[in-house]
């Protein structure tokens, strides 16, 4: 007897589904609100030429940390700003700075909270346990559904992955306030809530500190993760390296992230004691840091409030000026950045963050007929699924019709010489291949979408195999990236070979990685591509290194794309 597979994931899906369908405009509040203070954190902390911050910083440094931090500050932050990273840090700082805002302001009433209660405290601990050990990328995906992509959706998964030390010590540091204390003031008649500000948090705020410094720690420890979803910072620079293959420029964004969590942690571990506190009091330093903050966040929230009257009512204004795009190693997007340039598009911007995120967006602009620009592409079951148009583009920066070639290591054809002529005799029509992806779009698992095609075209199946040895369990790997058109054809050539008796392994990489992976050796092959233009960066790079079989598919396209609905025609149109 076999038990069946419990639904949690569909359970699951169903709550996350009801949740954006009916509390959408909450989401949108807290949207906002977070919006907002990232916003005024980050016109504040990028006013002025960086060395004032550098500055500010270092003083901060010395007076809490002595004269090592300081010094470490101080030429760490100069390094950031001559490797051109300043920018992606203010953007870092300001995210991990919001994060921990409302890490502080929710966790620390919590953690008090359970301090006074034990049946609090008992309820809490295994919710903070699983908030812990649930990898954080999971949270990321809810967040998208609810927030959109951009930045808040990874403030928020950073808070819920960052809040458990700050609940933990509040909770903590206030159970440990010796016994005989809280006695004497029990006798002197104080009240709950004077005992609790004049005694229990000053004796816990050591500890308390200790727990906001962990959750500093883990919430930058997200910045990489954040970009994702299209967060920017020094994580998307990391992120946009990986899917490149750009060491030397991943391992400058890696150190500025490190210069930051240094200085972060030693700020805040001597926050509470700081190391001059003898020669002046923590109050003026403090008092005087938070007034000049608060000041200029009131300058920075005029600033903001004042309304962009030139713009209003133009298609920029209404999408806020960015372009929804995908992962940084897609060729989509440096022709994006392209067309951006020949139309002279200054104040866009384009939001970097994967193809799931970018459809997931789409999905709830549409539903609410809100203007939006996505970076497109066909075959995309995006537009059998919804009304769409691709924008004119009359320079032709998204250049021609182009083609998909598979690519498969040297060698493979003496190794494997079956999986080898499979590979080489793939082709199909981008109805085909739209076939599948609507079948995964509408809930089918990609083994079994790719299954179903392969069984209803047994026909185009057998010209593929026609003449190839079986496979007897040789082993065959193949690489693709996460985009929807790849996952359709990878998983149904994957299972083509799998039917002829071959040990198939699907690895999802990035695209960098999948050229690297064949060229390297590796991965047996890859089925995605994009040629002439889309992906000639990589296959100049690796050219000499991998085996080119042609097309698998002809007739694609790309370019920025926008809901019928909307009135715009032309990339050219984005400019007034
Ligand atoms: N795409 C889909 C890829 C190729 C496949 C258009 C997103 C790219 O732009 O690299």
Request: aromatic content about 10%.
């Amino acid at each position: 007897m076999s038990i069946p597979k419990l639904p949690l994931a569909h359970w699951v899906d169903i709550i996350v589904e009801w949740i954006t369908q009916h509390l959408g405009a909450f989401f949108d509040g807290i949207s906002a609100i977070i919006g907002t203070l990232l916003d005024i954190i980050m016109t504040v902390l990028g006013y002025g030429p960086p060395i004032i911050l550098i500055l500010l910083l270092t003083l901060l440094a010395l007076y809490t940390s002595r004269w090592g931090v300081a010094i470490f500050t101080f030429i760490g932050l100069l390094l950031v700003d001559n490797l051109g990273l300043w920018d992606a840090t203010i953007k870092t700082l300001a995210l991990v700075i919001a994060s921990v805002v409302i890490t502080i302001v929710i966790g620390i009433p919590i953690g008090i909270w359970s301090s006074q209660n034990d049946k609090v405290r008992k309820a809490i601990t295994p919710i903070l346990d699983f908030m812990q050990t649930m990898p954080a990328f999971v949270y990321l995906i809810p967040a998208i559904l609810f927030f959109g992509i951009g930045v808040v959706p990874g403030i928020l998964a950073s808070v819920i992955f960052a809040i458990p030390p700050t609940i933990r010590l509040t909770n903590l540091g206030i159970r440990e306030v010796p016994k005989d204390l809280i006695e004497a003031t029990e006798a002197f008649g104080s009240t709950t809530s004077q005992k609790l500000f004049k005694v229990q948090l000053p004796l816990a705020a050591p500890t308390i500190l200790a727990g906001v410094n962990q959750s500093i720690m883990l919430a930058l420890s997200m910045v990489v993760f954040a970009s994702l979803v299209g967060a920017p910072g020094l994580g998307a620079e990391v992120y946009r390296a990986v899917t490149q293959i750009k060491v030397g420029e991943g391992f400058e964004a890696g150190l500025a992230i490190v210069i930051i969590a240094i200085i972060l942690d030693r700020i805040s571990q001597n926050f509470i004691k700081p190391q001059f506190d003898k020669t002046i009091q923590k109050k003026w330093i403090y008092g005087a840091f938070t007034i000049v903050f608060l000041v200029a966040c009131i300058f920075a929230a005029i600033g903001q409030a004042r309304p962009d009257l030139k713009g209003a009512g133009n298609v920029g204004s209404q999408v806020n000026y960015e372009i929804t795009g995908i992962d940084p190693g897609a060729g989509l997007m440096k022709a994006t950045e392209k067309a951006m340039k020949d139309y002279q598009l200054k104040k866009w911007t384009l939001k970097e963050g994967s193809a799931a995120a970018m459809t997931a967006q789409l999905k709830k602009a549409y539903e609410k007929k809100q203007p939006i620009i996505v970076t497109g592409w066909t075959p995309h079951w995006m537009f059998s699924k919804y009304k769409l148009k691709y924008l004119d583009d009359p320079k032709g920066s998204f250049g021609k019709g182009e083609a998909i070639h598979t690519m498969v290591r040297k060698g493979l054809k003496e190794d494997n010489p079956g999986a080898y002529q499979i590979l080489d005799q793939f082709y199909w029509k981008p109805s085909d291949m739209e076939e599948v992806m609507l079948d995964i779009e509408n809930g089918a698992k990609p083994e079994d979408a790719a299954k179903k095609w392969i069984k209803q075209h047994a026909d185009k199946v057998s010209q593929w195999t026609k003449g190839a040895p079986k496979g007897n369990g040789k082993k065959v790997s193949l690489v693709y990236v996460a985009w929807e058109s790849e996952i359709a054809s990878t998983n149904v050539i994957g299972a083509v070979l799998k039917q002829e008796g071959y040990n198939v392994s699907l690895k999802q990489v990035e695209a960098g990685p999948m050229f690297a992976g064949v060229a390297d050796g590796s991965a047996d092959g890859m089925v995605a591509a994009w040629l002439p233009t889309t992906h000639k960066d990589y296959y100049n790079k690796y050219k000499g290194k991998l085996v080119d079989l042609g097309p698998n598919l002809k007739g694609t396209k790309l370019g920025l794309t926008v809901p019928k609905y909307m009135k715009i025609n032309s990339i050219e149109d984005l400019k007034k």
